[in-house]
């Protein structure tokens, strides 16, 4: 079992930044990618950013060149830096992590925090 959890979401204005941080723990020796998603109200979950573990990004177009997401792999934890943020950034963000046991992947979520973008 995998447990992550999320820190660092709130309430910030239109063209602030904000960091999250989602740590890792419990049977992680295969924990592979990690990620940040996120949902808002009457809306899909939808990708924000994911990250290997060699450091390797992929960004959705709406955060792309706005949000930068990194890792440290000695502390398990994922982070989000996500600055010029705007009203529709509003959501809850879950961060996620893929763990491989041998030829399986499991799939991984934190309880969420609430990120919301005043105008």
């Known amino acids: 079992q995998v447990q992550l959890v999320e820190s660092g979401g709130g309430l910030v204005q239109a063209g602030g930044s904000l960091r999250l941080s989602c740590a890792a723990s419990?049977?992680?020796?295969?924990?592979?990618?990690m990620g940040w998603y996120r949902q808002a109200p009457g809306k899909q979950r939808e990708l924000v950013a994911t990250?290997?573990?060699?450091?390797?990004?992929n960004y959705a177009d709406s955060v792309n060149d706005r949000f930068t997401i990194s890792r440290d792999n000695a502390k398990n934890t994922v982070y989000l830096q996500m600055s010029s943020l705007k009203p529709e950034d509003t959501a809850v963000y879950y961060c996620n992590a893929v763990v491989r046991v041998f030829t399986l992947k499991y799939n991984y979520w934190g309880q969420g925090t609430q990120v919301t973008v005043s105008s």
């Open positions: 419990g049977s992680i020796s295969g924990l592979n990618d």
């Open positions: 990250i290997t573990s060699s450091g390797s990004t």
